[in-house]
């Protein structure tokens, strides 16, 4: 197995399920992955600009108020690889898939917060935090052996509404190693990178996580912007994830003899936005037909409606549409604040190859066409 070890599923078997199971979400590292073997002895140091630091453990996280959060957790690399074929981009090779939609159990953040003396929807420490970094027992090279880490604002940890977790289990079993065992933070509606694995510490300090993930990677740069010209101190870290959508009942080229084709895949937005629309294009984009929208059996789904949708979840749709003689299959997704996706990669190219959030598009091919332009 190499190291880190990075997986995605195929694209159909993704959207088999609303709810994902834990062999197809996708894994993401950045070093080997840890071994916490004695549970006994774990503990999650709460310290920084607190009062009272404290050290907390698997039992007492335990009888905390339990919550089930339902959230996809998605790369920011996702679909890179549609975007390394324009210019070269610097990162894990990803197609379609490296994401996943799983309910995510255990202890929301503003509960255990409050242990250390911070108030439920306070923007600052008494001591002047106004941030809250996550450290994990995860040890990577870029952090030049040191440890992973990330950062969220107090404001966004206090606040219940937020639903940031310290999970301990995941479609309702305990946590596996791959996915951050024993305890892990669940950060929704923001880029993966933001949901720390393995967690040792949290610290509450005065300005955002300087660690390397938050001040020299996932940052959205210009097209214009080269490993010649970069300086990462011009940007922002990434947090909230784009409005995205991926066809994942085709590959990028498909050949058949039917007269109709199912359009199947996912959308997601980031921030708890719903989505309003996903557009279905069999002509290259020319016209276009809505797609079904769904999340839970025999209730219809309704964007930003908390009884008929899961705001942190992503969002299946489905048409089936007609073949083209020879065409292109375009999906565009909308959220519920009108944010609608990009038509060109080009428009969003950066070194990194990250958020590419642009039309996603695939080939179908009738069959006899194919014949005939054989001939």
Known sequence: MQDPFNAEPHRADLISSFVTPVDFFYKRNHGPIPIVEDLERYRVSIGGL??????????????L???????????????????????????????????????????????????????????????????VEFISVDRCKEEKGGPYKASIPLRQATNPDSD??????????????????????????????????????????????QGFFMQNDYKMFPPSVDWNNINWSTRKPQMDFPVQCAICSLEDINVTNNGKITVAGYAVSGGGRGIERVDISVDGGKTWIEAERYQKSNIPYIADDDLASEKWAWVLFKAVVDVPENGEIIAKAVDSAANVQPENVESIWNLRGILNTSWHRVLVRKESSVAKSSL
Do not use: F
Not at 52 to 63: A, T, Y
Not at 72 to 93: D, E, I, P, W
């Open 65 to 131: 108020p339990k919550y089930s959060v339902t959230a996809t957790l998605q790369c920011a690399g996702n679909r890179r690889t549609a975007m390394s074929k324009k210019r070269t981009v610097k990162g894990v090779g990803w197609d379609v898939a490296a994401l996943g939609n799983a309910t995510w159990g255990g202890a929301k953040l503003s509960d255990v917060l409050e242990l250390v003396g911070i108030a439920k929807l306070s923007t600052m420490s008494s001591l002047g935090g106004m941030y």
């Open 164 to 209: 940031v977790l310290l999970a301990y289990e995941m479609n309702d079993e305990v946590l596996n190693r791959d996915h951050g065992y024993p305890l892990r933070v669940i950060v929704p509606g923001v880029i993966g990178a933001r949901s720390v694995k393995w967690l040792d510490r949290i610290d509450i300090i005065k300005e955002e996580c």
């Open 50 to 63: 607190v009062e009272k630091p404290i050290e907390v453990s698997m039992d007492e996280l335990r009888k």
